[in-house]
Every structure is written in structure tokens, then in C-alpha cells.
């Protein structure tokens, strides 16, 4: 594993894991879900990660604004920042492995961030875990996690963000995918916010069963998912 932090400034952090073996020529960029989700979700992603290099994939895991060890003020972040935050991913992974061809593993709302890269970006295959196609759906399963302020501001699983990034997430919706391959994962609880077949994408059901609502830490063990995740990368 190669951790640096990145971009221009270097306040971007991410995990390569370089490929093993011959290699595909061929990237795979992994997008975390926010707020305590990422916590839960650590150990499968860290998998993922390993398993795709085993698969000859140069894998990016990256921490975005505000969140993780990024270095940027989790206040002064907006979904822009955090939609660059993948561009810039992108463009580091592609660097390290000399390789144009990427795709991207998306958890929860980092598939929805992600499918929105993919309508300026050339991304060859997205893969959600348990996607969000909603930002609305976030905040309503973080509820009782969130801390309200006076000043808009509120704070959620230990961030203090500002009121302005709630307004932006209440707004954002995938409704278009274009030309990109999209599958997802889910789980038994898994709910979509919006009919996946709309926007082409096929549905894979894994046997794992948790709520996300709910800080279950059998997240740890998502043997299921994270199989089903990597073999969609074959």
C-alpha cells in the first residue's frame, strides 16, 4: 500500500494498492460513503481494494474533503469540492499506473457523486454498494446522528459542516447516467430512491443483511458484498 497525500495543494489523502501480477492496465477508483458510514464500511472497502489489485487493478482509495485525514475544514467543503475530489482521484491513479482506463466502486452516496463524475469523465464501469441515488436519503438515515444549529450549521458523527452543504445535499439527484456501465450491490434492507432500471442499471442482491441507519458492525464482515463487488471487476 502507497498512503500520500496528493493535488494541487496536497490536501487530498488516499491508499494506492498497485497491482499484483501482470497487471490489466486499468485503474479502479474507490469512493467511500460519508460520515460514520465510512467507518462501518472501512473494513469491505479495504478488501475490495485488496482483492482488485490481487485482479490486476492499481486501486485508489481516497478520503474526501473534509472528511477522514483529509486537510481541508470539513465547515467550508460543498459537494463541488467533494465531485472535484473524485476528478482529482482519478487523475492520481491514472498517473501512478500510466493507464487511461478507470473505473469506479462507489458505497452509498459515494455512488451518486461518482455518477455524476461519470457525465464528464470517460468511466469505463460503476459499481454502487448500496447506492444513493438521493443526497436526501442521507440526512433522513443520519437523522438522529445530526446535531442542529443556530447558524445552520450542524454536526454528524463527529463533523461540523455548514448549512449550506445540507441545502446542496437535499438538491442532489442522479437521473442520468449516460454511456457508463452501471451494477450494484445490495443488501436485504436496501431501499432505491429512485427506479434503478431508469437509468440502466442492473441490480446484483447480496446475502448480507444490515441497516445502515444504524451503526451495525456486522459492516465488518460483509463477506457477501465485497464477493459479489469483485467479481463484477472480473
Given amino acids: 500500500m502507497l498512503p500520500a497525500f496528493y493535488g494541487d495543494p496536497p490536501t487530498s489523502f488516499g491508499i494506492i494498492h498497485p497491482h499484483e501480477g501482470a497487471g490489466r492496465s486499468h485503474c479502479l477508483v474507490i469512493c467511500q460513503p460519508l460520515f460514520g458510514e465510512a467507518i462501518c464500511a472501512h473494513w469491505a472497502l479495504r478488501q475490495i481494494a485488496q482483492r482488485a489489485s490481487t485482479q490486476g487493478y492499481d486501486v485508489l482509495r481516497f478520503d474526501l474533503s473534509g472528511t477522514g485525514n483529509s486537510m481541508v475544514d470539513p465547515a467550508s467543503v460543498s459537494v463541488t469540492d467533494w465531485l472535484a475530489d473524485i476528478e482529482c482521484a482519478i487523475d492520481h491513479v491514472r498517473q501512478h499506473s500510466g493507464s487511461e482506463h ?58 461540523t459542516l455548514s448549512g449550506q452543504i445540507a441545502e446542496e445535499l437535499r438538491g442532489l439527484k442522479v437521473r442520468r447516467l449516460d454511456s ?19 437509468l440502466g442499471i442492473d441490480v446484483i442482491e447480496s446475502g448480507d443483511v444490515w441497516t ?20 463484477q471487476l472480473s
Fill in 102 to 159: 478507470v473505473s469506479i466502486v462507489g458505497a452509498r452516496l459515494g455512488f451518486a457523486l461518482a455518477a455524476m463524475v461519470s457525465l464528464r469523465r470517460d468511466i469505463e464501469m460503476l459499481i454502487g454498494w448500496d447506492p444513493l441515488l438521493d443526497g436526501h436519503t442521507l440526512l433522513k438515515d443520519r437523522e438522529t446522528d445530526i446535531e442542529h444549529h443556530a447558524d445552520g450549521s450542524f454536526d454528524c458523527n463527529g463533523y
Fill in 180 to 198: 457508463v456501465r452501471a451494477n450494484a450491490v445490495t443488501t436485504s434492507s436496501h431501499t432505491w430512491d429512485h427506479p434503478p432500471a431508469q
Fill in 212 to 231: 445502515w441507519s444504524e451503526p451495525i458492525y456486522s459492516l465488518f464482515y460483509a463477506h457477501d458484498s465485497v464477493r459479489l463487488v469483485c467479481e
